[in-house]
């Protein structure tokens, strides 16, 4: 049956008569149905991906693509008058992540199953997801992220297993999402949830009974954990993420006719971050009560799992209480305790590799690290600082267990999906070879001296920016000029990645234009982030950000030189709509502190300039791409972590001896700021800055501000700029996650 015709079975009536939302569910049945068809992907082993996070965006458009028949759906709409954009529109994007680490989990569903791999994702089914970010007051407020209402891509499986929490029985539900590879094949991303999650118990925002088990379960990604009874809650949804994926594994296992026995012939399992940790013992426990040794468990479980540390950050290390493992999870913790005892004989009670400290805490990170047979870090810079400086004690005894993954992006979603404009003019360059192979890209460098194809790419870029621009006015309100410098910085907030030094920056060009000193072209400044609920200082920076969008974007002289905008409620979807309309990639976080990134290789593969430190996988861009396309500011990693052994640095030294970072920290305070903004939150920040800056914002703003200057200068040339978009694009094949996803299955999986 055609295309055309199988759509209108589903439809039930003629396109130009249907509204956009039974055009919507209409192509989600027939989206849920092709995919049905598909053949599920088989290979000898099977790779397991456990994760708190799957920030897998909208599906709709991609799952057209994947399917290939985007385009004639495309051409089917339009004959109608119909923009699938508006099509597109009508989905509710899933809000099952966070930032990066769940992208980046999402992207590697997408290349295991392009790559012809069997591989599942397993992990909850959170019915509001992490929160929905409003501003009011230009402050921060969290709402329920209802995205389950309306048709969706789930299907119920009528699947259940029994979980025990705290010695009562739960009885799971599994939901399935389709993962689409581009070859028309696909596996499955499992989400696990309790019927009785209640979402009426969610008052005032985002509180509820943290004690209620079967009632919140389920309801939020990374509760609020800052008091005893949000910390149980975390617990009770790592144990019931893992006690259902190893009753899934052992069941599909059994199913194949495997033996548990040599389980590690035909399963891996990726713990992503450490929370899914209790896998290990969890898997233990069930291969034990089939009547295994512990010693030989452990062994099988070590063999199969393999960690992914995201982070050097010490709060982002989970240590969880014994006393709270044992009310939670009391099946586990002789199990915990004999790995615990287990590392302590081999390595004669050294207390840097006890996975119980001294204050009876259980570190989930060094368990994995004992019973795992592969730890990586996410880029090379990451890694290195992982062997030789947070993890050294592990590399000094597992060295062989160590090994660089660096992070990628799946180009089908942040270049054919949202920019289909390049990806159809990069086809007709240099074919369409680079769908598969992504180091095809450099061939694009063919053309570096082509006048018109730069010109091409440029004309591209603006109608990029036309259409940020739309959704900018449309969704914030704010005017901006597609013909201005896009300059974006579109992140999770937090200190570390220091958007608070790029809204000094604005304060520095504000204050510049205010004397006379306008730029050569206007320049749009974008900000994109939520702050985690109870981060009061990364809630600050919203504020500020918000109240300088408002001072400037209302100040007649400034105005038509600089705006600032800050999107409400930054996600996928948001980042699809602007990484492609950015000229200059902001990538500023203190050196050693970003694991990698995955938004610096969205913005490089659309064609922006990295404006960034030497971290994380910036440094490797750099050394893609060469220094004239690049601008790299700021103190290394060495000189940062030097500088924090030392206790060497002091950011009043830095604000008292000079007279411009005075003044533009001063500002915040300042009369203009003052009759905006709530004068308690930015005295707050000014404070923060001049005597603590923990992530060295002063450290680096000079030196920030100096290159920043340089980068909008060169700008000017533009027959120079389009050469360094050219060569971005051009070099970020290496940044496709079917690259990273090969290197993980030849080194850690070994698929088929
Ligand atoms: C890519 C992406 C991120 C990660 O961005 P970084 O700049 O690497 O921190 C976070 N959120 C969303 C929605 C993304 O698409």
Same mark, same amino acid.
């Given at each position: 049956?055609?295309?055309?015709? /199988?759509?209108?079975?589903?439809?039930?009536?003629?396109?130009?008569?249907?509204?956009?939302?039974?055009?919507?569910?209409?192509?989600?049945?027939?989206?849920?149905?092709?995919?049905?068809?598909?053949?599920?992907?088989?290979?000898?082993? @099977?790779?397991?991906?456990?994760?708190?996070?799957?920030?897998?965006?909208?599906?709709?458009?991609?799952?057209?693509?994947? $399917?290939?028949?985007?385009?004639?759906?495309?051409?089917?709409?339009?004959?109608?008058?119909?923009?699938?954009?508006?099509?597109?529109?009508?989905?509710?994007?899933?809000?099952?992540?966070?930032?990066?680490?769940?992208? $980046?989990?999402?992207?590697?569903?997408?290349?295991?199953?392009? #790559?012809?791999?069997?591989?599942?994702?397993?992990?909850?089914?959170?019915?509001?997801?992490?929160?929905?970010?409003?501003?009011?007051?230009?402050?921060?407020?969290?709402?329920?992220?209802?995205?389950? %209402?309306?048709?969706?891509?789930?299907? !119920?499986?009528?699947?259940?297993?029994?979980? %025990?929490?705290?010695?009562?029985?739960?009885?799971?539900?599994?939901?399935?999402?389709?993962?689409?590879?581009?070859?028309?094949?696909?596996?499955? #991303?499992?989400?696990?949830?309790?019927?009785?999650?209640?979402?009426?118990?969610? *008052?005032?925002?985002?509180?509820?009974?943290?004690?209620?088990?079967?009632?919140? #379960?389920?309801?939020?990604?990374?509760?609020?954990?800052?008091?005893?009874?949000?910390?149980?809650?975390?617990?009770?949804?790592?144990? &019931?993420?893992?006690?259902?994926?190893?009753?899934?594994?052992?069941?599909?296992?059994?199913?194949?006719? *495997?033996?548990?026995?040599?389980?590690?012939?035909?399963?891996?399992?990726?713990?992503?971050?450490? *929370?899914?940790?209790?896998?290990?013992?969890?898997?233990?426990?069930?291969?034990?009560?089939?009547?295994?040794?512990?010693?030989?468990?452990?062994?099988?479980?070590?063999?199969?799992?393999?960690?992914?540390?995201?982070?050097?950050?010490?709060?982002?290390?989970?240590? =969880?209480?014994?006393?709270?493992?044992?009310?939670?999870?009391?099946?586990?913790?002789?199990?915990?305790?004999?790995?615990?005892?287990?590392?302590?004989?081999?390595?004669?009670?050294?207390?840097?590799?006890?996975?119980?400290?001294?204050?009876?805490?259980?570190?989930?990170?060094?368990? !994995?690290?004992?019973?795992?047979? %592969?730890?990586?870090?996410?880029?090379?810079?990451?890694?290195?600082?992982?062997?030789?400086?947070?993890? @050294?004690?592990?590399?000094?005894?597992?060295?062989?267990?160590?090994?660089?993954?660096?992070?990628?992006?799946?180009?089908?979603? &942040?270049?054919?999906?949202?920019?289909?404009?390049?990806?159809?003019?990069?086809?007709?360059?240099?074919?369409?070879?680079? @769908?598969? !192979?992504?180091?095809?890209?450099?061939?694009?460098?063919?053309?570096?001296?082509?006048?018109?194809?730069?010109?091409?790419?440029?004309?591209?870029?603006?109608?990029?920016?036309?259409?940020?621009?739309?959704?900018?006015? /449309?969704? /914030?309100?704010?005017?901006?000029?597609?013909?201005?410098?896009?300059?974006?910085?579109?992140?999770?907030?937090?200190?570390?990645?220091?958007?608070?030094?790029?809204?000094?920056?604005?304060?520095?060009?504000?204050?510049?234009?205010?004397?006379?000193?306008?730029?050569?072209?206007?320049?749009?400044?974008? &900000?994109?982030?939520?702050?985690?609920?109870?981060?009061?200082?990364?809630?600050?920076?919203?504020? #500020?950000?918000?109240?300088?969008?408002? $001072?400037?974007?209302?100040?007649?002289?400034?105005?038509?030189?600089?705006?600032?905008?800050?999107?409400?409620?930054?996600?996928?979807?948001?980042?699809?709509?602007?990484?492609?309309?950015?000229?200059?990639?902001?990538?500023?976080?203190?050196?050693?502190?970003?694991? %990698?990134?995955?938004?610096?290789?969205?913005?490089?593969?659309?064609?922006?300039?990295?404006?960034?430190?030497?971290?994380?996988?910036?440094?490797?861009?750099?050394?893609?791409?060469?220094?004239?396309?690049?601008?790299?500011?700021?103190?290394?990693?060495?000189?940062?972590?030097?500088?924090?052994?030392? *206790?060497?640095?002091?950011?009043?030294?830095?604000?008292?001896?000079?007279?411009?970072?005075?003044?533009?920290?001063?500002? $915040?305070?300042?009369?203009?700021?003052?009759?905006?903004?709530?004068?308690?939150?930015?005295?707050?920040?000014?404070?923060?800055?001049?005597?603590?800056?923990?992530?060295?914002?002063?450290?680096?703003?000079?030196?920030?501000?100096?290159?920043?200057?340089?980068?909008?200068?060169?700008? /000017?040339?533009?027959?120079?700029?389009?050469?360094?978009?050219?060569?971005?694009?051009?070099?970020?094949?290496? &940044?496709?996650?079917?690259?990273?996803?090969?290197?993980?299955?030849?080194?850690? =999986?070994?698929?088929?």
């Amino acid at each position: 049956m055609s295309l055309e015709n /199988e759509f209108a079975e589903y439809l039930k009536k003629p396109l130009s008569n249907a509204s956009a939302s039974e055009i919507y569910e209409a192509m989600v049945d027939l989206v849920k149905a092709r995919s049905a068809a598909l053949p599920k992907i088989r290979s000898n082993k @099977k790779v397991y991906y456990i994760s708190a996070e799957f920030l897998v965006g909208k599906q709709l458009g991609k799952n057209l693509i994947n $399917l290939g028949i985007y385009d004639e759906m495309n051409r089917l709409l339009s004959a109608n008058g119909i923009r699938m954009e508006d099509i597109e529109k009508e989905e509710k994007e899933p809000s099952l992540g966070n930032g990066g680490l769940g992208r $980046l989990a999402a992207c590697f569903l997408d290349s295991i199953a392009t #790559l012809d791999l069997e591989g599942d994702g397993v992990g909850l089914n959170y019915h509001f997801g992490l929160f929905k970010q409003q501003f009011r007051d230009r402050k921060q407020y969290e709402v329920p992220d209802e995205w389950l %209402s309306g048709k969706n891509m789930l299907r !119920d499986t009528g699947v259940h297993f029994e979980v %025990s929490l705290a010695g009562k029985t739960y009885e799971s539900r599994m939901y399935d999402l389709d993962v689409i590879g581009y070859h028309g094949n696909r596996n499955t #991303l499992h989400l696990f949830d309790l019927d009785t999650v209640d979402e009426s118990i969610v *008052h005032d925002g985002i509180a509820f009974d943290k004690t209620d088990i079967a009632k919140n #379960l389920t309801l939020f990604l990374y509760p609020d954990d800052s008091d005893k009874n949000g910390q149980l809650l975390r617990i009770y949804q790592q144990y &019931f993420m893992v006690a259902n994926a190893a009753q899934l594994i052992l069941k599909e296992e059994k199913e194949k006719g *495997h033996d548990i026995r040599h389980l590690d012939r035909y399963v891996a399992i990726q713990i992503n971050d450490t *929370h899914p940790s209790l896998i290990i013992p969890e898997l233990m426990r069930l291969l034990i009560n089939e009547g295994i040794t512990l010693k030989h468990a452990a062994d099988i479980v070590s063999n199969v799992c393999a960690y992914t540390n995201h982070t050097i950050l010490a709060e982002a290390l989970e240590k =969880w209480p014994l006393s709270y493992l044992m009310q939670v999870v009391p099946q586990l913790i002789p199990i915990i305790e004999g790995l615990d005892y287990a590392a302590y004989c081999a390595f004669n009670g050294n207390p840097d590799l006890a996975i119980i400290d001294d204050q009876n805490r259980v570190h989930m990170a060094k368990m !994995d690290m004992h019973f795992s047979h %592969s730890i990586n870090g996410v880029a090379a810079l990451h890694t290195e600082i992982l062997k030789h400086q947070e993890l @050294k004690p592990f590399y000094n005894v597992y060295a062989s267990k160590f090994n660089n993954k660096t992070n990628g992006i799946t180009f089908r979603r &942040f270049l054919m999906h949202s920019n289909p404009e390049l990806s159809d003019y990069i086809d007709h360059l240099i074919g369409e070879g680079w @769908k598969s !192979d992504a180091n095809h890209l450099e061939e694009l460098l063919r053309y570096y001296n082509d006048e018109n194809v730069l010109d091409h790419l440029v004309e591209i870029k603006y109608h990029n920016k036309q259409r940020a621009a739309r959704l900018i006015k /449309e969704r /914030e309100g704010i005017e901006v000029d597609p013909n201005s410098i896009f300059d974006v910085q579109i992140k999770r907030m937090h200190e570390y990645k220091r958007q608070q030094m790029n809204a000094l920056w604005v304060i520095y060009k504000y204050l510049m234009i205010k004397r006379g000193q306008k730029p050569m072209t206007p320049i749009t400044v974008i &900000f994109g982030g939520k702050a985690a609920p109870a981060y009061t200082m990364a809630k600050n920076i919203i504020h #500020l950000i918000l109240c300088l969008q408002e $001072l400037i974007n209302n100040d007649p002289d400034v105005a038509p030189w600089l705006k600032v905008v800050m999107l409400t409620n930054y996600n996928v979807h948001k980042a699809e709509a602007v990484v492609p309309a950015c000229d200059i990639s902001e990538q500023i976080s203190l050196a050693s502190k970003e694991a %990698s990134g995955t938004g610096n290789m969205k913005f490089m593969l659309n064609g922006a300039v990295t404006l960034g430190t030497a971290d994380g996988a910036n440094v490797e861009i750099r050394n893609l791409v060469g220094m004239d396309n690049i601008y790299i500011f700021g103190k290394t990693s060495d000189e940062v972590i030097g500088l924090y052994n030392s *206790h060497g640095y002091h950011s009043a030294d830095f604000y008292y001896r000079s007279a411009s970072i005075h003044e533009i920290v001063d500002f $915040l305070t300042g009369p203009e700021l003052s009759a905006i903004g709530d004068v308690n939150m930015l005295g707050e920040l000014r404070e923060n800055l001049i005597n603590k800056d923990w992530f060295m914002t002063l450290l680096d703003i000079e030196s920030y501000c100096a290159v920043k200057e340089t980068a909008l200068y060169d700008y /000017e040339n533009r027959a120079w700029w389009k050469r360094k978009s050219l060569v971005n694009t051009a070099k970020a094949g290496f &940044f496709s996650s079917d690259r990273t996803i090969r290197e993980y299955n030849w080194d850690i =999986w070994n698929l088929k």
